[in-house]
């Protein structure tokens, strides 16, 4: 079997990876651009309120798209293009597998299954979709027992 032309042998593929949210701080929101946006559909008769939307995440967490994945030595969460329009920083979040401890299911809202993790003193929460959740902490928990 030849290796695929495109890959590099050099680089480990990831154990697991999804389309994922991660919670950010609600200092990352870049407001002017949620005003910007408000304005401008506004100008054009569509009704847009950036103070509610600002309201509701500061409610309910800002819940930022993108994707995880999950290698040997880290954690990486790349925001979605859109997602990352509204952050102060859109730069990957890279976290090194040996600073993550505790990986486990959290709770929200009853039914949904976050996957949290302690990094350095401060709370790490993934939310992919459905049973992926249960795969990427399994991923976690494989990574902190070679730790």
Known sequence: ?????NIDPEITPPVFEARCNC???DGY????????IDRKLNAIGIYFDSE???GTVSRLGNWVGGHVSVFEDKVVFAMNAMNARF??????LVI????ISNPRLGR????AKPVDCDVLGQSLRLRCFGAQNDSLLA?????????
Do not use: C, H, Y
Request: aromatic share 2%.
């Open 108 to 111: 929200m809202l009853m039914v």
């Open 96 to 99: 090194p597998t040996a600073l």
């Open 29 to 36: 929101i870049e407001k002017d651009s949620i005003e910007e």
């Open 87 to 92: 952050q102060i920083d859109s730069s990957d």
């Open 139 to 147: 991923a976690l928990l494989r990574d902190s027992e070679q730790g």
């Open 1 to 5: 079997m030849e290796p695929t032309a």
């Open 52 to 54: 509610v939307l600002l």
């Open 23 to 25: 919670l950010f701080d």
